[in-house]
């Protein structure tokens, strides 16, 4: 049974850094590309970064770039999301995904296992 489970979210400032991990079991993490996505209120999902199987190339959205840094351990299982400069449009339900295809440009419906999610809130 695959489970991805995410932690480290909660809330913080405007201006502030986070840092969301999601372990993996279940799976043979290496070859998955991993990625978070975030849900706010109102809003579909929506595809925040991606990492390659080796950890050696990643991709970000335009609203998170230079600000936000993805990456993983796969001798953990583990995926990273660095978050900061954080503002409170960062506000959202964070979910890790797991995708067996090799490409980083990955839209939601791309995305072979979700986490349940973690919430992040930025106060302004």
């Known amino acids: 049974q695959v489970q991805l489970v995410e932690s480290g979210g909660g809330l913080v400032q405007a201006g502030g850094s986070l840092r969301v991990y999601c372990t993996a079991s279940g799976l043979t993490f290496n070859v998955y590309s991993m990625a978070w996505f975030r849900q706010a209120p109102g809003k579909e999902r929506e595809f925040v970064a991606a990492?390659?199987?080796?950890?050696?190339?990643?991709f970000y959205a335009d609203s998170v770039k230079g600000r936000f840094t993805i990456s993983r351990d796969n001798a953990k299982n583990t995926v990273y999301l660095q978050m900061n400069s954080l503002k409170p449009e960062d506000t959202a339900v964070y979910y890790c995904?797991?995708?067996?295809?090799?490409?980083?440009?990955?839209?939601?419906?791309?995305?072979?296992?979700w986490g349940p999610g973690t919430q992040v809130t930025v106060s302004s």
């Open positions: 990492v390659a199987r080796s950890g050696s190339t990643s």
């Open positions: 995904a797991a995708c067996a295809r090799g490409t980083l440009s990955l839209a939601a419906g791309d995305i072979n296992y």
